[in-house]
Nanobody
Framework: QVQPVESGGGSVQTGGSLRLSCTTP????????MNWFRQAAGKQREWVSS???????NYADSVKGRFTISRDKSKNTMYLQMNSLKPEDTAMYSC????????????WGQGTQVTVSS
C-alpha cells in the first residue's frame, strides 16, 4: 500500500470549520476500515473517527455531532469535515488505512495540523 497523504489543516477561530482530506489509492479498493486519529502536544494519540468498508461510521464522544467522516472513491480520498471547532480540537490529525491479512498492518500519513484559537 501507498502511505496516505493528509491535507486541509490550518488555523481557525472557535466555531469555525475545516475539511481534512486523506488521499491514497487504498481508499477506493481497501477491504479494511479506515480511521482518523489526532495527537495534541504533550498528549497521547487518540482515535477520532472510523469508516467501515460498508461506509458505516463511528465517532469519539468528544467530536460526535460536530465531525463527519466520508470518502469519495472516485477521488481515492477520505474526508473529515470538522464543524463547530473548539480549542481542544487543536492537534495533529492523521489518517490511518490498514492492509495485510486480517487488516493488521497500519499505514499512517504524516499528518496535518489543526489549530483552533479562542
Amino acid at each position: 500500500q501507498v502511505q496516505p497523504v493528509e491535507s486541509g489543516g490550518g488555523s481557525v477561530q472557535t466555531g469555525g470549520s475545516l475539511r481534512l482530506s486523506c488521499t491514497t489509492p487504498a481508499i477506493s479498493s481497501t477491504t479494511c476500515g479506515m480511521n482518523w486519529f489526532r495527537q495534541a502536544a504533550g498528549k497521547q494519540r487518540e482515535w477520532v473517527s472510523s469508516l467501515g468498508i460498508d461506509d458505516s461510521t463511528n465517532y469519539a464522544d468528544s467530536v460526535k455531532g460536530r465531525f463527519t467522516i466520508s470518502r469519495d472513491k472516485s477521488k481515492n480520498t477520505m474526508y473529515l469535515q470538522m464543524n463547530s471547532l473548539k480549542p481542544e480540537d487543536t492537534a495533529m490529525y492523521s489518517c490511518q488505512t490498514r492492509g495485510g491479512r486480517g487488516c493488521t498492518i497500519p499505514y499512517w500519513g504524516q499528518g496535518t495540523q489543526v489549530t483552533v484559537s479562542s
